[in-house]
């Protein structure tokens, strides 16, 4: 049976750096996965495959309206509150708010 893979290429070309940002600053964020417009099986596959350990979920429209998320790889920084502090922002400026 044929199942299909997450073909986002811009996420998967930026999973090192995400996942060097993650190990560097583990003690001042956790990263969570967004995941939309995937099958949960694929998503669980991708996950896998790419040996992903951070929390995952599934966003619906509203999410994607709320947060503004018009593409993906998308990133937001949120201080402990819950405040939007960076929005559609790059991992290195992330990394240099952090």
């Not at 190990?23 to 001042?28: A, P, Q």
């Not at 929390?55 to 309206?65: D, F, Q, T």
């Not at 939007?84 to 990394?95: A, C, D, V």
């Amino acid at each position: 049976m044929y199942r299909r893979e997450i073909r986002c290429k811009g996420c998967t070309q930026q999973l090192p750096n995400l996942k060097r940002l993650g190990l560097d600053n583990s003690d001042k964020i956790d990263i969570l996965g967004l995941n939309y417009g995937d099958k949960p099986s694929s998503i669980e596959t991708y996950l896998s495959k790419h040996h992903i350990k951070w929390k995952n979920g599934l966003a619906n429209e509203e999410i994607m309206e709320v947060l503004r998320i018009d593409g993906f790889p998308n990133y937001l920084l949120l201080d402990p509150t819950g405040t939007i502090i960076i929005m559609k922002g790059t991992i290195e400026e992330i990394e240099k708010r952090l």
